[in-house]
Each structure stands twice: as structure tokens, then as C-alpha cells.
């Protein structure tokens, strides 16, 4: 490299973090809420569910005046701008978001009507684009924004259609904000869990073998992750250790996405 040296990325690194995470009144949102939580971070946990919200605030009242909830659609165009204000007033100046809100399920594609179609790529496509771009509006001195994508917008997967799809965008949408905005000192990256074990989840878990042969059978740590393992790699991507990445797609799945693990064959062979 040539020329003088670019100091802007030391605007990310903020200790005592502060910022937005949507959809973390439970499953993975909550387990990133504890993680930044621990880590001294001031954080304004967003929820479409008031019930669960204050559920959570009850859960996580140690937390005192660094926790502030917030009842909110993400899908509402108006709330982007109200929620960065909120955040502002209640905890300070943000410096991170983590776009985690979002519906999980679906069917394949002949299954899927025009209107889950819409309803799913609002929620886990249109809310991160409009978060983000107020994101970028907002954090004139520089920050993070993390995004919840999935190993399925990464890979095809029987019976997903509007989901990944969604997800995929979301892939799309951060590597490109991460190439128009990242010189403002705003840092865009993903995290794409794979299996996570959550109340959502518990069920299929359960009851579905074929999802559990195809999504943890052939992962080479063989275990489904937890909202733990989400959130250190959340955590990571937003924090100052991470001020030289940006545009990048991390998977957390127990190595799925990477190996093509086949333990049948594997036994076989043996």
C-alpha cells in the first residue's frame, strides 16, 4: 500500500458499546442481548411482542439502566428513524446494529403464496434494508451493523423458498453496503447460523429426524449451536477486533456449509 495511512477505522472501536438489536425478546436475539450485556454494552432490545419483551426486560432486570426495551414492528418504514432517536435518548450515541428480527419456516415455492412470499421478504429483507440505511444516516462517527442471515441463503435447501431467498438478499444487501459505505466508517457483515437450538426450534428438533440427519448428522461437530455460539460471532463482527472486516459472510454452523460432511460414507469407509 501507497499513500497516507486511513485511521478512519478506529471510529468502530468503542468500548462500552451502544446500540440496537431487534428481535431479542427470545431464541438467538435474546442470547445476542446477553452477550453485548456482559461485554458493558448499553443496548435497546426491539421486539414486535410486548408480552415476550417483558419477559425478557424481567429476565435481564441486573442489567439496570443499560437495557432499554423498545415494542416495535420492524416492518413499519416509520420506525428505523424513531428507534435510532429512542436509542439516543435513552442510552446515548449508537455505534452498532444487529439486525436480527425475522421469521423462520416455510415451504417450497408451489407451496408458497404471493402473499407469504411478500410477507417474508418484508420481514427478513426489507426491515434489514431500512434499519441499515438509517444505520448509515445515524452513525456519523462510525459503527457496526451485523446482520442475521442464514446457511440457507448460502446453499439451496428442500422446502425453504421464501426464506432463503430473503436470506440471500440479506447476503447481497451487506456485502453491498459494505462496499458503498464502509469508507464512512460503518462496517457491514452477516452472520449465517446453521441449526440453532431455540423454543422455535424445539419442536422440529424434536419431531423431524430428516431435518436433524440433514442439518446436524452432517455437520462435522455433529451438535446443533445455541444462541450463544451466534452471539460471540455477532459480538466479534461488531466489536473494535473486528475493525479491519467488513463485507463478510460468516457461517456458524458446526462446519456445514464448508464440507459437505457425509458420516454414513465416512462409516463405510472405515
Known amino acids: 500500500m501507497t499513500g497516507q495511512q486511513d485511521n478512519s477505522h478506529d471510529r468502530a472501536i468503542v468500548p462500552g458499546m451502544i446500540g440496537i438489536i431487534t428481535g431479542a425478546a427470545s431464541g438467538i436475539g435474546e442470547g445476542i442481548a446477553i452477550k453485548f450485556l456482559q461485554m458493558g454494552c448499553s443496548v435497546l432490545a426491539v421486539d414486535m411482542n410486548a408480552e415476550a419483551l417483558e419477559r425478557f426486560q424481567e429476565r435481564h432486570i441486573n442489567a439496570g439502566s443499560r437495557l432499554s426495551c423498545a415494542t416495535a414492528d420492524v416492518t413499519d418504514e416509520t420506525n428505523p428513524a424513531k428507534l435510532f432517536a429512542l436509542c439516543r435518548e435513552r442510552l446515548g450515541e449508537p455505534n452498532f446494529l444487529v439486525n436480527n428480527a425475522g421469521l423462520g419456516s416455510a415451504k417450497a415455492a408451489l407451496e408458497t403464496s404471493d ?10 429483507l426489507g426491515s434489514v434494508f431500512r434499519m441499515s440505511r438509517q444505520a448509515v444516516l445515524e452513525m456519523k462517527n462510525g459503527g457496526a451493523v ?11 435447501f428442500r422446502g425453504t423458498a421464501p426464506y432463503s431467498a430473503a436470506k440471500a438478499g440479506v447476503i447481497g444487501l451487506t456485502r453491498q453496503m459494505a462496499a458503498d459505505y464502509s469508507r464512512q466508517g460503518v462496517r457491514f457483515n ?4 446453521g441449526f440453532i437450538a431455540t423454543p422455535a426450534t424445539f419442536e422440529r428438533i424434536k419431531s423431524n429426524r430428516w431435518l436433524v440427519g440433514a442439518m446436524v448428522d452432517q455437520a462435522p461437530l455433529g451438535r446443533t449451536g445455541t444462541p450463544a455460539d451466534i452471539a460471540e460471532a455477532v459480538y466479534f463482527l461488531a466489536s473494535g477486533a473486528a475493525s479491519f472486516i467488513t463485507g463478510v ?20 469407509a472405515v
Open 115 to 124: 402473499e407469504t412470499w411478500h410477507r417474508y421478504i418484508d420481514i427478513n
Open 146 to 156: 451485523v446482520n442475521l442471515a442464514s446457511v440457507w441463503g448460502m446453499v439451496g
Open 190 to 193: 452477516a452472520v449465517s447460523p
Open 249 to 268: 459472510i460468516l457461517p456458524v454452523d458446526g462446519g456445514w456449509t464448508a464440507t459437505h460432511y457425509a458420516p454414513d460414507l465416512e462409516e463405510q
